[in-house]
């Protein structure tokens, strides 16, 4: 599946690019267009990562791409960026209390 999802990016990348470089440049909705197309990009390498290795801080860090790509859109109100903004906090408490390395035992 995750060979799969890769060659997804892939074509969605090359499909991306040919669009992109069509685009007028002078405008700021061109700006917001790539940023979306690389968050949704490293949000699919990020989630084949996760099938192939079953680990809770990729799934946070993929976590945390889809929250920044939810925050990042022009016509967000303040209820969407506040939620963006607990999600964060959520993510942050997670990966600090289950992905802390635990202490050494004592022999």
Known sequence: MAVVIVAGIVAYGYASTVELLNMYWGQSETYYELIYRVLLIVIGIELARTLITHDLGAILELLA?????????????????????????????ARYYF?????????
């Not at 889809?66 to 993510?91: E, G, N, Q, Y």
């Not at 802390?100 to 035992?105: A, D, E, K, Q, W």
Request: glycine letters at 0%.
């Open 65 to 93: 791409f889809v929250v920044s790509r939810k925050t990042l859109k022009p016509d967000v109100d303040a209820l969407d960026i506040f939620m963006c903004v607990l999600a964060f906090v959520a993510l942050l408490a």
């Open 99 to 107: 992905l802390r390395p635990s202490p050494p035992r004592e022999a």
